[in-house]
Each structure stands twice: as structure tokens, then as C-alpha cells.
């Protein structure tokens, strides 16, 4: 069996054990772990490493159990991930300033669990191993490994409405950002602090400003938010031409890497 069938067999049977735990055990699991910590915002991250768990298995059967944490691309470094998230999404922040009203509702709770957690897991599940996995380690090229797990994001966030053409306009916002988050996943050489502080960063300033009631947003809202993502994309080719790296994401590698 060649290495690419083993990791795309492994990936469908984690992410089968995730959705099961997910659909048949998640409630009462949550119940179970809040009563024992006594705190809703770490009961929520501690419910959600442990559904994950299907997940983690399968990243130490691909792996090592000593690279877990480098096939994962969290052995990188974290001061750049913040120092580059920070500064591309500049624009969101000083826009949703001038233009938006500051959010005094928001609770310490509702960003913790909107901004933080919701960027660690979601990037951690869909970046560094849905897709990390499948791309960094067989012979498929950036948008077959990238497809399957930009869907199940984006359908992760349909709750947010219950009308059609939003929810058409959510999981095309959500499913492109999970290109975008891939993209800058590997570009930065496997860093995947940077997608978890951009993703952080871009959740903390809709939310501290209520840029819209859901993850499409309004006219403005998008202006500052696409201003964000050219950023993003300007700064990763400038400094990767600055370190005279070529980009990852080419001709050669976005079908089945030659």
C-alpha cells in the first residue's frame, strides 16, 4: 500500500471517530466535563480536545509520536505568528474602529470561546491535520487535500442563520477563508500559528465590534475584511521573495505534486 492510500484511509477513519463522538456524545459529554471543571470556557476547549481525539490518533499513526507536534506545525514559531497576524489584519482593525461602534456586550466568556478557542481547534482539526496531513504528506496537490476539509468547515458554520441566501453567502465566506488559512498554512512554512493568530485576530475584532450578526457580514464589514486578506497575501510573497524562498503553492503542486 503506498504511503498516500495509508494517510487518505487513516484521515477518512479519524474523521469518522470525530464525527461520531461528535453527533452521539458531545452533549453530554460537555455536561459531564463543566460540572468537573466548574468553568464553561475551559469545559467547552477540554469537550472539544476530547471529540477530537479520533483526530490525534490519526496524526500519531501517520507520524511518529515524536514529530507529532511538527507534523502538526506547532514546533514553529509562535512571535512571528502573532507579529505577522497582527500586522495584516491591521486593516479590520482600524476600520471596524472608525466605522463600527465598540461592542460593550461582548463578554470576556463570548471572546475566549469566539476568538481564542474557536481559532486554536478549528485550525488546529482543519488546518494542521484534515488538511496538513493529507497535503504535507501524500502526493495530492493543494486543492484536492484542501477540498474535503474547506467543505466540512464551512458546513460547520451554517448554525448561523436559517435563510437560504445567507447561508449560501456564510459557506462561501467560510469555505474561502479555509483556503486562505491553508494557504498561508504552508506558505509560512508549515507554521501553523500563523493561520491560528490570523483566524484569532480576524474573530476578536468582528466580535469587539460587531462587524455582522453572522460570519458574511455587511458591505463595510467586508471592505476592511477583503482589505485584510490582500494584505495577508501581499506580506507572505513579500517576505517570502525577501528570504528567496519560491511559493509552495504552484503549477507543480496544486493538482498532485510531481
Known amino acids: 500500500m503506498s504511503k498516500t492510500s495509508k494517510v487518505l484511509i487513516i484521515m477518512i477513519l479519524s474523521i469518522g471517530g470525530y464525527y461520531i463522538l461528535n453527533e452521539l456524545f458531545y452533549k453530554d459529554l460537555r455536561v459531564f466535563v463543566n460540572r468537573v471543571f466548574l468553568n464553561y470556557e475551559l469545559g467547552y476547549l477540554i469537550t472539544q480536545l476530547i471529540i477530537g481525539l479520533p483526530l490525534f490518533i490519526g496524526v500519531l499513526i501517520i507520524n511518529q509520536p515524536k514529530l507529532f507536534f511538527e507534523s502538526l506545525g506547532l514546533n514553529k514559531s509562535i512571535i512571528k505568528g502573532i507579529l505577522f497576524s497582527f500586522t495584516a489584519t491591521l486593516p479590520m482593525l482600524i476600520g471596524y474602529f472608525i466605522v463600527f461602534s465598540f461592542n460593550y456586550e461582548v463578554t470576556w466568556g463570548q471572546l475566549f470561546r469566539g476568538a481564542i478557542i474557536a481559532a486554536l481547534i478549528e485550525e488546529l482539526f482543519f488546518r494542521g491535520i484534515l488538511f496538513g496531513q493529507v497535503y504535507r504528506f501524500t502526493k495530492l496537490g493543494f486543492i484536492p487535500s484542501i477540498l474535503y476539509g474547506a467543505i466540512i468547515f464551512a458546513s460547520f458554520h451554517l448554525y448561523q442563520s436559517n435563510d437560504f441566501l ?31 493568530f490570523l483566524h484569532l485576530f480576524m474573530n476578536l475584532f468582528w466580535m469587539l465590534f460587531s462587524a455582522g450578526e453572522n460570519a458574511l457580514g455587511g458591505v463595510y464589514a467586508n471592505v476592511f475584511r477583503v482589505s485584510t486578506i490582500l494584505l ?27
Not at 445567507?166 to 500563523?194: K, P, Q
Not at 497575501?233 to 510531481?258: A, D, F, P
Request: aromatic content about 16%; glycine content about 6%.
Open 166 to 196: 445567507t447561508l449560501i453567502g456564510i459557506f462561501a465566506t467560510t469555505f474561502l477563508g479555509a483556503i486562505l488559512f491553508a494557504w498561508t498554512y504552508i506558505e509560512w512554512r508549515n507554521n501553523l500559528w500563523v493561520p491560528i
Open 232 to 258: 495577508i497575501v501581499v506580506l507572505t510573497i513579500v517576505y517570502k521573495k525577501k528570504k528567496g524562498h519560491k511559493l509552495e503553492i504552484n503549477k507543480s503542486t496544486i493538482w498532485i505534486k510531481k
